[in-house]
C-alpha cells in the first residue's frame, strides 16, 4: 500500500483537526463560514468556465498581471 503523501506543512494529525472542525459544525456554521470567505475575497472572485477554455483564461490572467 502506498504511503499518504501530505502538502508542505500538513500531516495526518493536522488532516483530522480539519475533518473533526467540519464535522462538529452544524449546517447554519458551514453556510456562514461560506458566505465569510465569499465576502472577504476582496476584488477576486470564483467562477465556473468549460475546462477547454482555461488555457486561454490563464493567458489572460497572466498578461493582466504582467502589465
Do not use: C, F
Not at 16 to 44: C, F, K, P
Request: aromatic share 6%; net charge negative.
Amino acid at each position: 500500500m502506498k504511503e499518504s503523501q501530505y502538502p508542505p506543512g500538513w500531516d495526518l494529525e493536522r488532516v483530522n483537526r480539519v475533518i473533526e472542525h467540519y464535522d462538529s459544525m452544524t449546517d447554519e456554521e458551514m453556510i456562514a463560514e461560506d458566505e465569510a470567505g465569499v465576502e472577504d475575497a476582496g476584488d477576486q472572485a470564483v467562477i465556473t468556465v468549460p475546462r477547454k477554455l482555461l488555457p486561454e483564461i490563464r493567458k489572460m490572467v497572466a498578461e493582466y498581471k504582467s502589465a
